[in-house]
Structures are given as structure tokens and as C-alpha cells.
């Protein structure tokens, strides 16, 4: 879906695919507060490594981004050969990510919420 713009529609788009179909893909991962922030971090270098269809140049890298409001949240940046590596390459890793983090004892949350009921008479 293209938004038009003033520069879309005055000036010349460039496919950047055209002549390079590598592409990048940026999967998100949150593990429980309380985990092993650098732990974490090489299992998930670990699991992007070890993917065949991951390239080598550039490297993929992982990135602790944020203390989010459940999770401590991770970035994966990664680059495929082509577009159409995109959706089976996300799916496994996310199956590998699930597996290794579950046998390290590292777990996802879920949000949490605390509720409070006030109950008047």
C-alpha cells in the first residue's frame, strides 16, 4: 500500500528490491522480568545463527530495547535472501525461540494486571 506524499507524487521512488532482493525482517521477543538480560541475549543470537536461510552479512543482531510494562523486550534484526523467505524464516525461529527459552527455564509473560474492587455499602 503506497500513502501518497508530496515526494511520491513530485519526485522519482526507487525499488530498492529491483536489483537486491535481500530483505529484513525485525521479530520482537519479551522474557520475564527477573531473566538473565545477557542470557537471553546469546540464546537468542544463538537460535538466528543457527538458521540456514539467516544471512551472514550483515549479521543478525539482537538488541534489548525496552523494560516494557510485562516483559523485558528484545529485538531481532535479521536478513533473508529474499522476500519469500520472510514468512517461513519468522516462523522458525519464532518456534525455535519458544523452545530454547522454554528449556533455559526463561519464560514469556502475559500481562499483568493487578485489579483493585472498591465496593460501596
Request: proline share 7%.
Amino acid at each position: 500500500m503506497i500513502i501518497p506524499n508530496k515526494s511520491l507524487i513530485t519526485e522519482n521512488v526507487i525499488n530498492w528490491t529491483l536489483n537486491n532482493a535481500i530483505t529484513r525482517l525485525v521479530l520482537s521477543v519479551g522474557v520475564a522480568y527477573g531473566s538473565d538480560v545477557d542470557k537471553v541475549r546469546t540464546l537468542l543470537i544463538g537460535v538466528v545463527e543457527d538458521h540456514p536461510d539467516v544471512l551472514k552479512e550483515p549479521p543478525p543482531s539482537v538488541f534489548f530495547m525496552n523494560h516494557g510494562d510485562s516483559s523485558l523486550d528484545f529485538e531481532l534484526r535479521i536478513f533473508v535472501a529474499n522476500p519469500n523467505k520472510r514468512l517461513p524464516v519468522t516462523h522458525d525461529i519464532n518456534t525455535a525461540i519458544n523452545s530454547v527459552l522454554s528449556r533455559n527455564g526463561i519464560d514469556i509473560p502475559f500481562p499483568q494486571r493487578t485489579l483493585h474492587i472498591v465496593s460501596e455499602d
